[in-house]
């Protein structure tokens, strides 16, 4: 029976490069030049708790920053989707900060509702949570391949099929 595993992981080698990709973009940006702009990772604890915390001179700067950053990670193959921004903050020295959570892992209620959405098409699928991540078996790869083409048009989490056996 062919079978797949859904997760949710981020490639922090990846985001280190557009964290990187980003900064140089700002330095090279002449409405940025003289500002003061972070981009920055702040781990709490292991690496499933981490946030990315941007720093800018004001609102206007914030936008570009923030755009910079989504479009250097689309270019490393890191969806948007990846991370959870909040509301612009007041920072100190009349800056403004914006931290945005990092999705790191498939949350146990996500996982639940992506199971009921799995058996809620009818098709001859066996999906199962595996902590952080779900197992897929069915008897033909297609209505695998059909479950995968559902979850990513659904669920706003950053998903990757890994694990594909064809038995």
């Known amino acids: 029976m062919p079978s797949l595993d859904i997760v949710s992981k981020l490639n922090f080698a990846e985001l280190d490069n557009a964290i990187n990709n980003a ?46 950053f989504e479009s250097a990670c689309m270019k490393r193959g890191i969806l948007p989707r990846s991370f959870e921004f909040g509301e612009v903050e007041p920072a100190l020295a009349g800056k403004v ?3 945005g959570k990092i999705r790191n892992g498939i949350p146990q209620d996500k996982a639940k509702e992506m199971v009921k959405q799995i058996k809620d098409t009818k098709l001859k699928v066996q999906a199962s949570i595996q902590g952080d991540e779900i197992r897929l078996s069915g008897k033909q790869i297609d209505d695998l391949q059909s479950i995968m083409a559902m979850l990513q048009k659904s669920v706003d989490l950053p998903l990757q099929f890994v694990n594909m056996k064809r038995d």
Not at 44 to 64: H, N, P, V, Y
């Open 23 to 68: 900064k140089k973009a700002v330095m090279a940006r002449f409405d940025f030049r003289g500002s003061h702009t972070e981009i920055e990772v702040v781990k709490e604890g292991d690496k499933k708790e981490q946030s990315i915390k941007l720093t800018a001179d004001d609102e206007s700067k914030m936008k570009g920053l923030r755009e910079m």
């Open 97 to 99: 900060k914006c931290t």
